[in-house]
C-alpha cells in the first residue's frame, strides 16, 4: 500500500509524478518511457487490444525497474486484478468506479486475509515472502469518471487502503453530456476536478489524472494533480513522426 | 446502433445477411469469407480457443471491410464487449441471455452515457469521434438458447437499443431436452422459433439465428430468419476435403 | 462427472494419484510429467502469467493424453471454465470457494441443462457427441482455502455433482493468520484437514490437496488425501538445477 | 528414406497419394485434412508468410498422425530441413533444384554420416535411437520446375538416397515462358512432364506433382503421378465458401 | 521494377521520399508513420529481434496502404528476398552489397525467369496475376556500407534492374576505420557519399541512404539523396518521451 | 573475444565453467539456472523447434544477467550470428565446423572491419557504443564434431579470435561409426577427446563440451574441458519429475 519509491522521490522534490501510457504493448517502449526519467509506466488493458495476461507476462520480466509500473485492468475484477500484482504491478488503476463500496472491493482484490480476499501466489522472487512485504508494494487508484463517482467521491476516499483517486477527463466529460476529448483541452471539467480535489485533500490520499500530453499535464499540475499520466505512447509517436518529417523536409 | 451497410444493402434486396463463422482464428479466412461476398463475419469468442483478446487484435487490422464484423462474446460482460468494440466491431452477439435485464446490460455495453455505461476509448482512426458516431456503428444481438430466454423473449425484444435476437438451435435444443445437432437439422425447434419471430416481428427488431450451412440457411430463410450464420469456418473446410480428394480419386 | 480412468486406476491401486503443476506453460513440460507416470497435470491459470485461452490452446492439441488434463480457473466463472472444458480438460479446479452456493455454480458451469447453466460447443472430436458423455468426463474440485470454506465444508461437500475438495494448504494458512508457506511444511493446518477430510468423507466426494513437492505429498498421502498435486514445474526444475550443477563440480 | 506407411498403402491400393497443402498454417486445418482421409498434408514453408521454425512447433504436436506430415522448406539448406526432420517430418520437398549435386546435398541433409552430413538431434521421443530408425522414417523429393531441372532430370534421378521428384507446375511453366496457372489448368507442361515421367520412371522413384485441386488432380493421376497435392487449403476453402453462400441464397 | 506510386509522387515534386524506420515491429507504429505523410515505411530485419517471417506477416495485413512497405532483409539470400516480396513487400534492401555479382543476385532474386530465379507464389490477391505484373511492383535497393562495396560502386550501380543504391553511414564508417555514430552527425561519409552519388547519377539509379532522423536527412537531401529514412520508431520516440516530460514539468 | 566475468570467475577458481542447456525456449527456466548458479546458459537453436529470432528475442529482455547468455545458432551464417549476438548473446556456439577456413568465417561474423565482417546495430543500450567494446563481450566457440572437424582440428585451434572449441559427443560419435548417445556416458570418444584437448592447449583456447547431466560433467571436467553444458532442461525436468513422483508414492 506503500507508494513506489520512484512516485515518493517525486513527491518529495515537490513535482508530480509523471508516467507514460502504454496501448501498443510494446515492452521496448516501456524501456524508453523509464530511460526518460518518468516515473512510472501504465499499461493500459481497458482502451487497448491486448489483456492482463499480456501485462503481466511484460511485468514478469522487468524485474528491476527503476520506475513503477501500473496496469490499468479492464474490469474491478479480484481475478485480473490478482494476475497483474502476482506478475509484479506495483500499482493498479480500476477504471469506473462509481461506489465506496467498489472501492472497497478493488483495495480487497490486493490485500490478503483478513482485510482482504487477495489468494496468495507471488509470481516473481524479488516481491517478498510475507504477505504484508508482498501487499506493500502495491498502490491502489480508483478512477473517477461518472457522474455516480463523482458524487460518492467523498466516501470513495474515505475507503481504508485506497492510495488515491484517478481522474478520467473523456469518460467525466462523457457522463456530463460534454465532448469527451474537450475534457483535456478545456477548462470544463475543472470544477468537477476541484470537487474531487478537495476530496482527496480532505482523506490523505493522492490526486491522479489522465493527460493529452505534456502540456495539459503541467496545467493538470497547476490544477494540485500529483500522479499525472502524459496521453499515449501513440499520441507521442504520431506527433513525433509529423515533427521529424517536417524537419526532414524544412516544411 | 444502426446495422452495417452490407447488412441493410441484403436486407434491401429481399434477402437473409449471410454470414461466415470463425472458430479457427485465422485471418486469412476471414478475408476468403468477405471475398466470396458474405455480408458479415462472426468470430466466435465463446466456442472457440482464442478469446476477445485475440479478436480485437484481429480487428484492429481490419478497418476497411466491406462486410461487417460480428464477434460474439464469451460473456455478457461490458468489459469484454467493450474490448471488442474498442477495436471496430460492427456487430456484437451475446450468448445465453435470459432476461430483458440482461439484455438491457448487454445494450448499456455498447452505449455511452446516459442511455449506456460504456467507456469512451475508441481505438481506431476511422471509428468517428463523437459518441453518437462510435456507437451507432454497432448492432447488438442477444441469443435466445435457453427456456428461460423463451419464455422472456417478448420483454427481450423490447429492450431499447436492441438490434435483434440470435437464435442458438444447439442449445436451445439442449435447454428443451432435445439432442442438441438435430436443432439444426430437424423441425424440432420449428415451434419455439415461430414464438421468437412473432416477438421479433411485434417489436421490429431482426430475428437472426445459427445454422450448419448452406442448405439449413435456406430452411431458416424461408422461416422468416433475416440474418443466419453459416455454419463455421471449420464445418465448411471439413466438407470440402472430403469432396475434393472424392474428385481426384473419382471415387 | 466421473474421474478420468489415469484417477480411478490410481485409487484401484490404493494409492493416491499424483498430479504434476505446470506454472511455465510450456507443452514440453505436460509430456515430461505424463511420460514420468504423472496420473494427471494441472495448469495453473490463477496464480501464472497465462491465462484460459492459453489453457484451452494447449488442451486441444493434447487429444489422446493416458494422463488427465486439469485446470485450475482463475476465478469462477462459468465463461472461463466452458472455455477449458470446451477444449478438453477433465478436470477443473475452482479457487476461493467459500460457500455451498458457489459450489453449485461451479458445478452447473460443468453440466448441460436441466442439471446446469453451460452452453454446448464441444472443441474436439473426441469428445463424445451427446450432452451426458460430454459432460461425465469432467471432474470438479473446488478449493477450500479460506476460514469461510472451512466452515462451510460440510455444506460444500453435500452438493450434487461435486467430485471433490481440493485444499491450499497456502491460502488457508492466511486466512487462518498463519504464514503461508508453512501450510505446507509443518503441520499447521493438520487440524482444519482433518476437519474438511471428514466432510469428505461423510459425502463421499475426494480429498485432494495442493503439496509443495513429493516428500510433502507422502505426508498428504498418509493424512487421508487421494489427489495430490506436487508442487509446480517450477520448483522442481529449480530443484533440479542446483542437484545436478552440484555433482558436476562434486560439491 | 522408406515413405510413411499411409502412401505405400495409397500405392498397394494401386491409387496416387494424395496430399493436403497448407498455406494458412492453421493447425486445426491440418487435423482436417488428416480426418478426411489424406495421405499426407504438406506445410508450406516458401510461398507462405510461415517458417521453418513454425512449421517445426506444429509438428512437435502431432507425433501420431495416421497420414505423413511433409514440409515444403523455403531452400535447400542443411539448417532448415533439419530443423523440420528433427521435429518429425516425414517428408521434405525441396524447390527449385536444378543439378544433381543440389539433390544430392539435400539427400545429405536428412541423412547421417557417413552417407550425408546431418546433426544428431532428434526432437521426439517416437523418431526411434539410432541413425538408421531416424533416416530411414523422411522421404525426400526434390522439385523439377526449371528449365535446368528438366535438363538435368535424368541425372537427378539417379541421385542415391532420393525418394522422388515433385513437378511445380507453375514455376515450370514460368521458366518455358509459359502463363503459371495455365501450367495446371491446360496440357502446356504435358511434354515436360513425359520426359519427367521417363525418367523417374528409368531410375524408380517416385514422381509427385503439385495440382489446383481435385479436378486437375485427376488428370495428373492418369497421367502416371503417384504424390499428389491437391491445391491449398485457401483455395479449397474460397471455393467452399463460395458454394455455400450461393446454396443458402438459393442462386 | 517501378518505384512505387508515394516515392515517384515525391520526386514529381521534387523532394525525397522520406521513410520511418520499423526496429519494434509494432503495427501501429507503421500505421503512424503511413498517416504522417510518410512516403515509405522500412521493416528492419537486420538490426532488429524478429525476421523476414515476421515482417512477411505484417505485410500480409497491409494491402492497400497509401505508402509504400520497404522490407531491410537480413542477408542476400533468395528465400528471404522472396519471403517477404511474396508478402507483398514494395521494397526490398539488400544489406553489405560489395560486388556486381552480389547485386546481380539480389536482383534475380525479385525477378522471374528468364531475368531471374524469382519462384512464382504471390501471397495477396492484389499483387497481380502476371509474372510482369507481380515483379514490377517491387523496388530493390543495394546497401554500399564497405569499402569494397564503395569500390565497386560503379560496376554495382550498372547492374540491370537495380533501382538504387542505398547507403549506409555506420557501417561505412567503420569499414573507413572511423566512429559509426559519427557517420550520421558529421561530415565524415561525405566524401564517399559523393563518389556514390557520381555512380547514381551516371547510371540514373536511385541515391538513398539512412539518417539518423530528421535534420540530418535535411543534410542528405541537400547532398542530392532522394529516399531517406529517418532515424528509427525507437530513436523519435526516444526524443519524443524526453521532450514532453520536460513539457509536463516544465524544465 | 574476452570471456564473461562468470566464465572467467569459474576458471579462476579452478573449476569448469558450467552450463544451463535451453531446447523449450522458455525463459522461467533460463532464470532458474541463473538462480541456481550457473556460469552460462545456452540457448539451443539447432535441435529445437525455435530459431535464432527467438533467442533474440529473449536476449533483449536478458539486459542484467550475472551469468554470461549463449547461444547456440543453427548454422554458420554471419546474418543468424549477427541476430543473436546484436541482441546481446555473450557467446555463440557453432555446429558442424570441419575447417580452419569455416572457423574463420564464424570469428568474422562477430568482429567488425578490418578483422571481420560483422554489420554495426547493438540491440541494447547496455552493450557499449564502439566497436571494440561491443565485439569484445562475445566469445566464439566453433564445434568439433565430425572426423573432418578433428582432422583439422589443430589448424581450427589455430585461427585468430577463436574462444574455444566445443566438442559434440553425439555427432562426433556418429562420424565416427559409433552409437551417439553413447558418446556421452561411455569412454568411446576419450581417445579423439585427448586429440582436440592437445590441440585447445597448445593455442591456448578453451576446450568445451556437452555432456548429459552432472555425473558425465564431472567425468569431463576431470579429462580438462573447462566449458561444460549440463545435458538439456528437457532431460533434467524428465529426471526430476520421475524421482519427485517416486518420493510421493515412496517407490
Ligand atoms: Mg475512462
Ligand atoms: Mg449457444
Ligand atoms: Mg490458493
Ligand atoms: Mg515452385
Ligand atoms: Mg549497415
Ligand atoms: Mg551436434
Known amino acids: 500500500m ?3 519509491r520512484a512516485l515518493t522521490a517525486a513527491w518529495d522534490a515537490d ?3 509523471i508516467g507514460g501510457w502504454i496501448t501498443t504493448g510494446s515492452e521496448m517502449l516501456i524501456e524508453a518511457y523509464g530511460a526518460a526519467g518518468y516515473d512510472y ?8 487490444t491486448f489483456d492482463e495476461r499480456d501485462a503481466a507476462q511484460v511485468l514478469r520480466r522487468l524485474p528491476a525497474c527503476p520506475f513503477a509500473m501500473f496496469v490499468r485492468v479492464s474490469k474491478n475484477d479480484p481475478a485480473l486484478i490478482g494476475r497483474v500484482v502476482d506478475a509484479g504491478a506495483e500499482g ?10 467498489e472501492a472497497a472491493a478493488a483495495v480487497a482484490a490486493i490485500r490478503f486475509p483478513p482485510e482482504g480476499q487477495r489468494s496468495f501466489g507471488p509470481g516473481r522472487a524479488d516481491m517478498g515472502t510475507t504477505t504484508d512485504a508482498i501487499e506493500s508494494r ?7 469518471e461518472t457522474t455516480d463517482g463523482l458524487a460518492n467521491v467523498e466516501e470513495i476516499c ?6 488515491g483517486v484517478y481522474v478520467g477527463p473523456g469518460d467525466l466529460s462523457v457522463s456530463l453530456g460534454l465532448a469527451p476529448m474537450d475534457g ?4 470544463q471539467i475543472e470544477g468537477p476536478l476541484a470537487t474531487i480535489r478537495a476530496a482527496a485533500t480532505a482523506h490523505d490520499v493522492v490526486l491522479g489524472i489522465h493527460s493529452a500530453g505534456g502540456a495539459d499535464a503541467a496545467r493538470w499540475a ?5 500522479l499525472i499520466s502524459l496521453g499515449s505512447d501513440m499520441a507521442l509517436f504520431r506527433a513525433a513522426t509529423v515533427a521529424d518529417r517536417n524537419t526532414a523536409l524544412d516544411v
Chains 1, 2, 3, 4, 5, 6 share one sequence.
Do not use: E, K
Open 138 to 144: 502495491v498502490s491502489l487508484f480508483v478512477m473517477i
Open 15 to 17: 513535482r508530480p509524478a
Open 2 to 4: 506503500a507508494p513506489h
Open 222 to 226: 497547476r490544477l494540485g494533480c500529483r
Open 184 to 187: 483535456f483541452s478545456t477548462d
Open 158 to 163: 474515505a475507503v481504508p487502503g485506497l492510495t
Open 41 to 48: 509506466v501504465g499499461i493500459d488493458c481497458q482502451h487497448s
Open 92 to 101: 493498479v488503476i480500476v477504471p469506473m468506479v462509481d461506489t465506496a463500496q
